[in-house]
Nanobody, 122 residues
Framework: QVQLVESGGGLVQAGGSLRLSCAAS????????MGWFRQAPGKEREFVAV????????YVADSVKGRFTISRDNAKNTVYLQMNSLEPEDTAVYYC???????????????WGQGTQVTVSS
């Protein structure tokens, strides 16, 4: 059983920055891919970013490319999402998740955190 806990969400004005963290209850020698998804009220959950175990493979959704950066610290079993130039459209609950390999497909992720709320005011 893998447990994921997100943190760092909150209220920020448009143009501001926020850094999300996701801590996993998995041993550091375990190999897994970690990703971020988000879900706005009344909308389906969508892919945001993903990074491989080694960090050698990482990509983000076109909607946040150039503004969001994903990274990880395996020694701390933690993945981060640095969000810059935030827009009201970024308002959503952000979830971290675990998959066996880098993928944009929600169905490929096996474990999910409870989510953290990010609200961007205009």
């Amino acid at each position: 059983q893998v447990q994921l806990v997100e943190s760092g969400g909150g209220l920020v004005q448009a143009g501001g920055s926020l850094r999300l963290s996701c801590a996993a209850s998995v041993r550091t020698f375990s190999s897994y891919t970690m990703g971020w998804f988000r879900q706005a009220p009344g909308k389906e959950r969508e892919f945001v970013a993903v990074i491989s175990w080694t960090g050698g493979t990482a990509y983000v959704a076109d909607s946040v490319k150039g503004r969001f950066t994903i990274s990880r610290d395996n020694a701390k079993n933690t993945v981060y999402l640095q969000m810059n130039s935030l827009e009201p459209e970024d308002t959503a609950v952000y979830y971290c998740a675990v998959a066996s390999s880098p993928t944009r497909l929600l169905s490929q992720y096996d474990y999910w955190g409870q989510g953290t709320q990010v609200t961007v005011s205009s």
